[in-house]
């Protein structure tokens, strides 16, 4: 294996591992580092895919036991196998985790497994994960793709069993009787709701006074609503100030935001996930004089290259949108740049989904964004219950937004809370890629019945002439 290449990946998720093939693929001798057992960073092993597993297994349980007889489908009261449940998701992950390891052999990149840091530019120093010598490799370019991992919270220890993160989420052994959510945010959302169809009471406290922070506040509210329905309980505008495991449980303390007397709440498990943070301890960039922002992000230039010459950094270990799509994005255009062509990624055309039922998938501006920058903009919502597809699905939850500006009609940004919101939106996203507007997406034919009818009727809706409402 040589010890010398063109550029040296640390970390194996979702940025790194795709940066590497695209380097692979311009020309480059590429190593990458990573410390798990296994490639594909959080993401693939104790992130989106095995919550996706999850989420659509236990929407497959959800139906089975209360949607499928109201098309006159019987099957009883569906049994769980919390076990089966689990070794159905590894099994997954375990399939596309070796899937890297192939594309990686294909593309000739050697895998490392261990620590990395960054004794000088240049130099990535590997601490070996089963034990032994320390191998340093030396290399023109460094990329430092090394992720994030959950945000603590003074008083509140995790230990991953009944205070866990998402890692320990998505490996209960038991549906738990309560399960406490901190945090109104995608991840606690998306597995509140795995448990909560599973069997569970599940209770989501919030700092805010709304959840999924930064989205259409119309379309959060809706959201909110919904989930409501399906028997989701919030506490929103409440601060945990601590939360103690015991043989029994978990006692949780907390307290209004704006002030009031303190309560108690007990929980089986609790799930802490209000939010992740950049993961770069230990790659020793203090040292090497790599700057940081306030909030613990790497800062980058329009090439991705930070402080130090040679070293550069991507997906969540810097500032943007902290999701594994932007973070491939960032890595295809920063080895594209590496390689003297000319890589981009527009953040605002980044979307956001959360896999829930209904789905919520969002692009662009919000109105509130719209509003407060004094740009002038017009509207058009239709919502599922007029899509004819929705109703042949009995799955009607939800609208399709559209925003457009007043003046030129381009599409500003959409927000779509229903069925296959996630598959949707990236319609919006094509048209604003392009500087499309409403009127574009009205005008092209959408075929019938489908979903995508309801998004050229909420485009008809900005100029007010949607045909079916």
């Known amino acids: 294996m040589a010890d010398n290449y063109d550029l040296v990946v640390i970390g194996a998720g979702p940025g790194g591992y795709v940066a590497a093939i695209r380097a692979a693929q311009l020309g480059m001798k590429v190593a990458c580092v990573e410390k798990r057992a296994a490639l594909g960073g959080t993401c693939l092993n104790v992130g989106c895919i095995p919550s996706k597993a999850l989420l659509n297994a236990s929407h497959k349980f959800e139906e089975a036991g209360h949607q499928l007889a109201e098309f006159g489908i019987e099957v009883g009261k569906p049994k769980l196998d919390v076990k089966k449940l689990m070794q159905a998701k590894t099994g997954i992950v375990t399939g596309l985790t070796d899937g890297i390891g192939f594309l990686f052999k294909k593309h000739k990149i050697d895998w490392i497994q261990g620590e990395g840091s960054i004794p000088a530019a240049g130099k990535v120093e590997v601490k070996p994960s089963g034990g032994g010598n320390k191998q340093t490799l030396t290399c023109e370019r460094i990329l430092i793709a090394t992720g994030s991992e959950s945000t603590p919270l003074a008083g509140v220890e995790v230990d991953e069993k009944k205070i866990v993160t998402s890692t320990g989420a ?150 943007g949108p902290m999701l594994a799509h932007k973070a491939e994005e960032d890595g295809v255009a920063c080895a594209e740049i590496m390689a003297g062509q000319s890589g981009h990624v527009d953040y605002n055309l980044v979307p956001g989904i959360v896999y829930t039922w209904p789905e919520l998938a969002t692009v662009g501006k919000t109105e509130e964004q719209l509003k407060e920058a004094g740009v002038e903009y017009r509207k058009g919502v239709f919502p599922f219950t007029a899509n004819s597809r929705a109703r042949a699905n009995l799955d009607t939850e939800g609208q399709i937004k559209i925003l457009a500006d007043a003046k030129t009609d381009r599409v500003l940004g959409a927000h779509i809370l229903g069925p296959d919101a996630g598959t949707l939106i990236h319609e919006i996203c094509m048209a604003m890629a392009f500087g499309g507007s409403a009127e574009d997406v009205a005008r092209m034919c959408h075929g019938h019945p489908t979903l995508s009818e309801g998004v050229k009727e909420a485009a008809l809706a900005v100029d007010g002439r949607p045909i079916h409402i």
Do not use: N
């Open 170 to 319: 998505l490996e209960l052994t038991k549906v738990p009787g309560h399960l406490v959510v901190i945090g109104a945010g995608v991840i606690g959302l998306e597995l509140g709701s795995v448990w909560k169809r599973l069997g569970s009471k599940v209770t989501v406290v919030e700092f805010l006074d709304r959840i999924v922070p930064g989205t259409d506040s119309d379309t959060a509210k809706r959201f909110q609503r919904s989930l409501a329905k399906q028997g989701l309980e919030f506490k929103l505008s409440t601060k945990v100030t601590g939360a103690k495991a015991g043989k029994s449980g978990v006692k949780l303390t907390m307290e209004p935001v704006k002030g009031g007397q303190p309560e108690e709440m007990t929980a089986d498990v609790v799930l802490l996930a209000i939010g992740r943070r950049p993961l770069t301890a230990g790659l020793g960039l203090d040292k090497l004089g790599v700057e940081l922002d306030k909030r613990g992000f790497v800062v980058v230039d329009e090439d991705f290259e930070t402080s130090v010459k040679g070293i550069f950094a991507i997906g969540d270990a810097i500032p």
